[in-house]
């Protein structure tokens, strides 16, 4: 069964503390890994996809990195504005109309 | 910009009721997709589409039924609203990537 972990559940940052956030995954074939930011009242914002293990992207602060297993986030040099609920999601071979969504790690950035 | 749009943001009926939750895009995508999020829970998907006319039900269907009559408009009904259908509804569009929509907060009483 097609599956998404993430970790931590909760962050809780100073601004400018450098960290980094997981998504482990098991799927029947990864057609490709999304990471989304949801602010609390609204709709997820997409971010980015991943497609292969070794595939890095990058958007301001934050660069998503993919293996084999696992994704993972990384925040550097947060500020307060970028806390935010992050999450991940993936789409499997034996799914590919739907994506599989982690319960999300809510992370906090105080100044 | 990819833009999906929905009908209201904060919505109330009452039990019973029958409810309408409306969803456009703007991209000319093939797929849309109906998710409730409650706390704890995460995102769970209520039905998609991927052509007009064409529906899938998702992971938790029972109560929900939708409508899909063009291709950038999206529908979730509730025929007769439920206190447990009290929820926050995201609707997405998108091929490969999901785009969601600002999301109506459902209040059933």
């Known amino acids: 069964e097609d599956q998404v972990t993430q970790s931590p559940e909760a962050l809780r940052l100073q601004e400018g503390e450098s960290s980094s956030l997981n998504c482990s995954y098991t799927?029947?074939?990864?057609?490709?890994l999304f990471w989304y930011r949801q602010d609390p009242g609204k709709g997820p914002e997409f971010l980015f996809t991943?497609?292969?293990a070794g595939e890095e992207k990058e958007k301001e602060r934050l660069k998503a990195t993919l293996t084999k297993k696992e994704s993972f986030l990384h925040i550097t040099a947060p500020k307060p504005e970028d806390s935010a609920t992050y999450l991940c999601?993936?789409?499997?071979?034996?799914?590919?109309?739907?994506?599989?969504f982690g319960q999300g790690t809510t992370l906090q950035v105080k100044p | 910009d990819v833009k999906v749009t929905q009908s209201s943001r904060y919505l109330v009926k009452r039990t019973g009721e029958k409810v309408f939750l409306e969803c456009v895009q703007d991209?000319?995508?093939?797929?849309m997709f109906w998710y409730r999020q409650d706390p704890g829970l995460g995102l769970r998907l209520i039905y998609f589409?991927?052509?007009?006319?064409?529906?899938e039900k998702g992971d938790i269907p029972e109560g929900y039924s939708v409508s899909r009559e063009k291709k950038e408009r999206f529908s979730l009904i509730l025929e007769s609203a439920s206190t447990n259908q009290t929820s926050m509804y995201l609707c997405?569009?998108?091929?490969?990537?999901?785009?969601f929509g600002p999301g109506t907060r459902l209040t059933v009483t």
């Open positions: 997405a569009s998108g091929n490969y990537e999901q785009y």
């Open positions: 799927v029947s074939g990864l057609r490709g």
């Open positions: 991943l497609y292969s």
């Open positions: 999601a993936v789409r499997s071979s034996s799914n590919t109309g739907k994506l599989i």
């Open positions: 991209m000319d995508h093939e797929n």
């Open positions: 589409s991927y052509d007009v006319k064409m529906k």
